[in-house]
């Protein structure tokens, strides 16, 4: 029954999207944008910088699908001793939005993979080896309009019990905000 609560919900917001009064003049779009955030939790970095690029198709007015990358630095802190390395993130995710009207607010989703670059150490005083990645997920809410989105983020890469050491657990996450500018593409 759950499920159907689910699915019946997903159909909604989906039907939404389609009658929604997103303009039809720039179906193709290319988004590049920036975004900055404090670590959560922050056992090991402290807080992130990243830029963003996207390539995103309106399937309908409303409704958009494309694929993002980008990339995002987080800066290492001490911790319990441990002086955590600086660590990168290279998405290779889907792109979902949602428009529920020509201008105003929107929300969405990265889903994919989070590829960690930077020190192969967790810590430079460790002889823990830093996760080669994740899964990786970044869903935001915001207000949009032709040119621009600005908006709120949470950005994580899941690594499982990779990377853990006694005293602190492995996290590469944010919330932040930042913002985008749509390069149209056309029809």
């Known amino acids: 029954m759950k499920m ?3 699915t019946l919900l997903l159909a909604g917001v989906l039907a939404a999207g389609i009658v929604s009064a997103q303009s039809t003049e720039m179906n193709n779009m290319i988004k590049v944008g920036a975004n900055v955030g404090l670590a959560v939790p922050a056992d090991n970095v402290s807080a992130a910088v990243g830029l963003d690029v996207a390539y995103q198709n309106l399937i309908t007015p409303g409704f958009g699908l494309g694929i993002a990358t980008g990339y ?14 600086d660590v990168g993130v290279i998405p290779a995710a889907a792109l979902i939005r949602i428009y529920p009207k020509q201008t105003g607010f929107y929300f969405g ?17 460790s002889t823990v080896d830093r996760p080669d990645g994740g899964f990786y997920i970044k869903p935001e809410i915001g207000y ?11 950005q994580k890469v899941f690594t499982g019990n990779d990377g853990n050491i006694e005293g602190q657990d492995y996290n590469v996450g944010n919330i932040g905000v ?10």
């Not at 995002?72 to 390395?85: I, P, R």
């Not at 989703?109 to 005083?125: E, I, M, P, Q, R």
């Not at 949009?144 to 949470?154: I, M, S």
């Not at 930042?178 to 029809?187: A, D, E, M, Q």
């Open 144 to 154: 949009h309009n032709k040119d621009w989105n600005f908006f709120v983020q949470y």
């Open 178 to 187: 930042g913002f985008s500018y749509n390069i149209p593409l056309g029809k």
């Open 72 to 85: 995002s630095h987080y800066f290492g802190k001490d911790n319990n001793g441990l002086n955590n390395n």
């Open 109 to 125: 989703t990265d889903l994919g993979y989070g590829f960690l670059v930077g020190d192969d150490k967790v810590a430079s005083n």
């Open 4 to 6: 159907l609560k689910q």
